[in-house]
């Protein structure tokens, strides 16, 4: 029973519903579950570091639960989206309550959509890469696949690396630096891996301009049945659910870089690269996610057999709180700056 721990990340898309059905100031009700509860709570459990044993590890690899887990989230996804859309268009919304609708809906693609969609595409079987790239098209964000396989994970904590804040970076000036320099970046990715196969750019393997054409398929069909207020929920929906992503993105690596070596060469990443998380509720509502050093370790290692490394920089409180506490620059500024270390900072 212990396995189905992990069915709490659905509680997110599950109290979305609830807050659709019953709209008013109900319609706020996920953003208010995810964002003040959680934290709470996370506050009251207590900090788990165990890791599972080799044998456990073995028996928890064979266990397809797990990869079930991750695979519901594609339908609960896009049920919701369009659950969301047919509400809009049957019933008359005030202002506040779209409001809450965006924000909600938008958690659920940051966290159900682009995370699970992070995870699966980290994974080994062409299959469950598609269905990850599947879930970061209700974000409009199918280039995170490319620049965060073959960008961040070989550039992560180096000046290079646009999902890398820098210190004293705020999370806004990071929304607007990382969203554009990870489109732009993964682009020339897309470039160099077309060229070492010797194709040009115009090829059918062109996997960015793919992800163009079905996210503009995709708008295409919903203006097409739900008009221009069904197009300007999704596309705010969308930007709310990028924004999540990258307020994640801020706090994995806030202020932390590696050195270079004598040969002037960056040093390998190490488990040192990452602020990590214990805290159990963030822990199993974002599916391990928050055991990053280790997910930078070994990118193809699944969610439920992450290490925790006692090397790695320990974030006070949960990922969830941790994000809350980002939006307000001198509060976070004044915990996390001295957790930095002095040799990182201007390296």
């Not at 062409?126 to 409009?140: D, I, N, S, V």
């Not at 996610?289 to 057999?305: E, G, M, V």
Request: with cysteine; net charge positive.
């Amino acid at each position: 029973m212990k396995d189905l721990k992990y069915l709490a990340a659905l509680t997110i898309p599950a109290v979305a519903i609830i807050g659709f059905n019953i709209k008013g100031i109900y319609a706020f009700l996920t953003p208010v579950y995810a964002f003040i509860l959680i934290p709470v709570l996370e506050l009251i459990f207590p900090v788990y570091t165990t890791n599972v044993t080799e044998e456990v590890s073995k028996n928890k690899l064979k266990n397809k639960l797990f990869d079930w887990l991750l695979y519901f989230n594609l339908p609960i996804v896009f049920g919701l989206v369009l659950f969301a859309l047919i509400t809009l268009k049957s019933k008359a919304l005030d202002t506040y309550e779209f409001i809450g609708f965006v924000i909600s809906l938008g958690i659920v693609l940051g966290v159900n959509g682009i995370n699970v969609g992070h995870e699966l595409g980290h994974r080994q079987t062409t299959k469950e890469r598609y269905l990850g790239k599947a879930l970061l098209l209700p974000a409009l964000y199918m280039h995170f696949y490319i620049e965060h396989n073959f960008g961040h994970h070989l550039h992560a904590a180096t000046k290079e690396d646009p999902a890398t804040a820098r210190y004293n970076q705020t999370v806004y000036s990071f929304w607007v630096t990382s969203m554009f320099r990870q489109y732009i970046s993964a682009w020339d990715i897309q470039k160099k891996l077309l060229n070492n196969q010797h194709l040009t750019l115009f090829s059918l393997k062109n996997d960015m301009f793919w992800f163009t054409g079905i996210q503009a398929l995709y708008l295409f069909f919903i203006y097409l049945f739900f008009g221009n207020l069904g197009l300007v929920f999704i596309w705010l929906s969308a930007i709310t659910g990028c924004l999540l992503l990258e307020t994640v993105n801020y706090i994995e690596h806030y202020g932390l870089l590696r050195l270079k070596t004598a040969s002037g060469r960056y040093e390998r990443v190490k488990a040192i690269h990452s602020w990590n998380s214990n805290h159990v509720i963030g822990r199993i509502v974002l599916y391990e996610l928050t055991r990053h050093s280790d997910h930078h370790y070994k990118t193809s290692k699944k969610y439920q057999i992450l290490d925790c490394h006692a090397e790695s920089p320990q974030l006070p409180f949960g990922y969830p709180t941790s994000m809350v506490l980002a939006m307000i620059p001198p509060i976070w500024f004044h915990i996390m700056n001295k957790r930095v270390p002095r040799e990182m900072i201007g390296a």
